[in-house]
């Protein structure tokens, strides 16, 4: 009886000890996990809050698409090196709910030094900025014409007008505006591009003795003439040389530039240039096009034309500034776009007669 009696003891404390060990352990898991947690709270906290957008970004461009998780723009941040860690941005998103709303789709511009919480904002708010895509190659007329539908019909009238002058030095490239981006603002920055651009090809070669707009006017002639990068050295020696020498350049994309500026001239309408029907780039030239007596028709007349016929890209006044010298005086282009090269006026003629195109 004692000895069941002691067994029972022994067991009561062996129960309250284990119960006791249990209840310990089960303390110290809980407060190991808050732990845990607390201590992944704060290094998601301090990881995201201490990033800032890198200065050493190519672009500080952002696309939100219609329809995109909140996961995929954090994805789609990292990939573009806005933020070091999209799974840390979720998990930051899950830890402070409250700074959680709706991510609009847009076009956004941010900038160097941007934190977690601003990039958030602009996204957030809906603050995004419209792109626009200027085409190399482009006229003044089709700048506002692209401006006209994307921005309003007043807005590119006063382009239009604060521009005038300055074809061939509205720079082509993608733009992005807001609401209070005025004309004037957009022209400024165009040009202002054109300048940084100009200097970066012209930085290689000091030794060029045509004046700016020489160049400007001939790089937008090889502009229209060829998109082919590979191809525009070449044709800019060629009428370099004819430049030289004293040819006519003859261009055809001369006459058309020359033929649509007399059509819109006679047109009945005060912005002619607004026309979404109106054709600035007249595919096929008649003989009497090439009659037309226009200080533009290079067909015609020796020399240049008075101004660029168009916007030349980055790679086309690269081209005349860096021309490449050839045996070539004449070229066409066939009906896939290569271009086709002669020495002699034989070898053109050839050429034409084979391609059925026109120089």
Known sequence: MLHRFRLVIRSERYLHNMHTYIKRVSVFCFLAIVAGIFSFYMFVKVSVESARIPSELSSYSVTVLEGETITQVFNNLQ???FIPSARMAVWYMRFFPSEQGVIHAGEYVLSEGYTFGQIYDALHN???EERLTFIEGWRREEYARYLSEKVGIDFAREFYEISQGYEGKLFPDTYFIDESTSAQTLFDLMTQT??????????EDESSVLLQDEIVTIASIVERET???DDKPIVAGIFLKRFE???PLGSDVTVQYAVATEKSGMSSSNDAFL????NWWEAEISYNDLEIQSDFNTRLFVGLPPHAI????????DAVLHSEKSDYW?????REGTIRYARTIDEHNYNIATYGLSE
Do not use: H
Request: hydrophobic fraction near 35%; aromatic fraction near 24%.
């Open 310 to 317: 168009a916007n030349p890209g980055f790679d086309s006044l």
């Open 126 to 128: 809906g603050s995004f």
């Open 275 to 278: 026309d979404t029907d109106f």
């Open 330 to 334: 004449y070229f066409i282009a066939d």
């Open 79 to 81: 990939n573009g090196g």
């Open 194 to 203: 054109f300048e940084i651009r100009y200097a970066q090809a012209v930085s």
């Open 227 to 229: 998109p082919r990068s």
């Open 245 to 247: 020498y004293g040819w």
